[in-house]
């Protein structure tokens, strides 16, 4: 019996061993040393294209000096929230962070600065689809392997959450450019039957 306990410990041991080798990284083993606001309010429906949102980060006060020490990049993403995250598995949430499908929109990359917080505004880009959503921060290390976390919502991702209203339809400079095709077809028309018709009377 005892033989077999050690053989379990042995093989969880080189569970975790290989998955540091490999440089997995599971979002269950991050601190939420970085704290993380954003420019909306709760529930703001903004617009895909044309809103914007500053968004704000630093190290969580709640933690000692030092423990940024390690940050060396930090990474801002615009991520799903669960209520959009229902039957779609491509948006799906997974521990190991090579795999989570959460965050899929970077709004900025930069180097990390202990001395003071970073911010940056951005414009809500085009392509991003009609959802619910917040922000969270990732600090990497000099290894380029997540360390840390921050988010503008609470652990279970329902509180502080903004709408995104994505862009449907056509754009309106390929409607602008159907009305044009469309003005320059019936002027060609009415020139040929006009020409034509002269034509006809000549002869």
């Given at each position: 019996?005892?033989?077999?306990?050690?053989l379990l410990s042995s093989l969880l041991?080189?569970?975790?061993?290989s998955q540091t080798s490999y440089g997995?990284?599971?979002?269950?083993?991050?601190?939420?040393?970085?704290?993380?606001?954003?420019?909306?309010?709760?529930?703001?429906?903004?617009?895909?294209?044309?809103?914007?949102?500053?968004?704000?980060?630093?190290?969580?006060?709640?933690?000692?000096?030092?423990?940024?020490?390690?940050?060396?990049?930090?990474?801002?993403?615009?991520?799903?929230?669960?209520?959009?995250?229902?039957?779609?598995?491509?948006?799906?949430?997974?521990?190991?962070?090579?795999?989570?499908?959460?965050?899929?929109?970077?709004?900025?990359?930069?180097?990390?600065?202990?001395?003071?917080?970073?911010?940056?505004?951005?414009?809500?880009?085009?392509?991003?689809?009609?959802?619910?959503?917040?922000?969270?921060?990732?600090?990497?290390?000099?290894?380029?392997?997540?360390?840390?976390?921050?988010?503008?919502?609470?652990?279970?991702?329902?509180?502080?959450?903004?709408?995104?209203?994505?862009?449907?339809?056509?754009?309106?400079?390929?409607?602008?450019?159907?009305?044009?095709?469309?003005?320059?077809?019936?002027?060609?028309?009415?020139?040929?039957?006009?020409?034509?018709?002269?034509?006809?009377?000549?002869?």
């Amino acid at each position: 019996m005892a033989s077999h306990g050690i053989l379990l410990s042995s093989l969880l041991l080189l569970s975790c061993l290989s998955q540091t080798s490999y440089g997995i990284v599971l979002f269950s083993s991050l601190k939420d040393s970085l704290f993380v606001t954003a420019s909306h309010t709760e529930n703001q429906v903004m617009k895909a294209g044309i809103d914007k949102l500053t968004v704000s980060w630093g190290l969580n006060q709640s933690y000692e000096a030092g423990t940024d020490s390690t940050f060396k990049t930090i990474k801002v993403k615009l991520c799903y929230a669960p209520v959009s995250q229902v039957d779609r598995g491509w948006r799906k949430t997974v521990d190991n962070l090579a795999k989570d499908k959460t965050c899929l929109f970077k709004i900025v990359e930069r180097s990390y600065t202990s001395k003071s917080n970073d911010s940056v505004e951005w414009t809500i880009e085009r392509d991003v689809p009609g959802a619910t959503y917040f922000v969270r921060a990732y600090a990497f290390n000099a290894a380029g392997q997540e360390v840390a976390y921050g988010q503008t919502t609470n652990a279970k991702k329902t509180a502080n959450l903004f709408v995104v209203e994505g862009i449907s339809g056509r754009h309106v400079s390929l409607d602008i450019a159907s009305v044009v095709f469309s003005v320059f077809s019936v002027l060609s028309l009415a020139g040929f039957f006009i020409a034509e018709k002269r034509r006809t009377k000549s002869s």
